[in-house]
């Protein structure tokens, strides 16, 4: 499939998601919400900052979606936990309905009437990371209905479905930029030496530093990945492709140039 062609040859989020985008208008979802999270806990939704999130929304929608956390109360999000595949936003309110909505439920709809995202489809991808999960919702261009929307799939849903799948395996292959911030040149070193099985003095044999200053880079990348120890911080960071990476941008002591805070990528 031709389409396909220029997703393997992606080798940044930034760039996969701009074309995605355009591939997706093309078929008329045309606003995006994108989000994967491999860090949730006991209960069913966790900090959003642990969360890569990708989405053309309006930034005052996005704003009020993620950081305001209203996603807590998306009827979307708790299908797209709940299941997987693809689904049309109507059989999901539907299915999903109930004869008193909460306060919440009821300010997420206003939101979504607001922006004008009223109609389109969801894809839940199948993880098979324990605790993850990851789906992107897809809105029809303002003035189109959920009948449109039905329509555009009975005649590509297949290759929409496809081409999605493809996106998001792509982009887990791929550094993301999901946390508060990147890693340092030498906080992503340090983590792939302790993931090798080295100690801390070998560490700093290996440096040409002392303990002290390895145990200074290991307290940086636990602060930046939001993790409370050096095992968590392995795991965070090799999920996110942070570690044994194989071309790094960065310079050795400063952050990449990505978007700090929460992550997101709106217009």
Known sequence: MKRLKPYLAMDNVDDLWAHHTRVMADFGFDRLFYAFNAFRGAGLYDNPKDALVLTNMPTDY?????????FRDGVMMRWAIRNTGAASWRAVYEHMA???PTRGERAMRELNERHGILAGYTISFPMAIKNANAGIGMAVRRGLTQDDADAIW??????IEIINHVAHLCILQL??????RLLTERQAEVLELVADGKTMQDIALLLGRNVATV????RGARDALGVETTAQ???KASILNQIFRLDRRASPERPSPHLAGAVLQGR
């Open 62 to 70: 996005i704003e009020a979606y993620v950081g305001g956390g209203m």
């Open 98 to 100: 109930v004869e008193a």
């Open 154 to 159: 009975a005649r590509h849903g297949e290759e």
């Open 175 to 180: 550094p993301a930029t999901g946390q508060q």
């Open 215 to 218: 145990e200074k880079h290991l």
């Open 233 to 235: 911080a392995v795991r």
